[in-house]
């Protein structure tokens, strides 16, 4: 007992000896809309082109001009024209493609 009693002791002077820090109010907000914030919050074009690289093989871009590039893409033995939202960096739409 007096033994559990010396070690709290201990222990509470020890905590006591670190000091104590003043409380900190600062606050830091990060809302992050979307996933580029380039120019005009548009996604660059090899931003997007990676994006469609997750999901095919061999992707080159077409058109990356306007609110939605396309790119041409090759998965599991065809060949596909992927559209691509510049801003929200979704894919939108996948057509088969013809060579």
Do not use: Q
Not at 65 to 89: P, Q, V
């Amino acid at each position: 007992m007096i033994r559990k009693t010396i070690l709290t002791l201990a222990a509470l002077l020890a905590i006591s000896a670190l000091g104590t820090s003043p409380a900190r109010a600062d606050i830091d907000i990060d809302i992050n809309l979307g996933f580029g914030g380039g120019y005009l919050g548009k996604v660059s074009c090899g931003t997007g082109a990676r994006i469609v690289d997750r999901r095919f093989n061999r992707v080159v871009a077409r058109d990356c001009r306007g609110s939605h590039y396309e790119y041409t893409g090759f998965r599991n033995g065809k060949w596909y024209r992927i559209t691509l939202n510049s801003r929200t960096a979704r894919i939108v739409a996948i057509r088969r493609w013809w060579r």
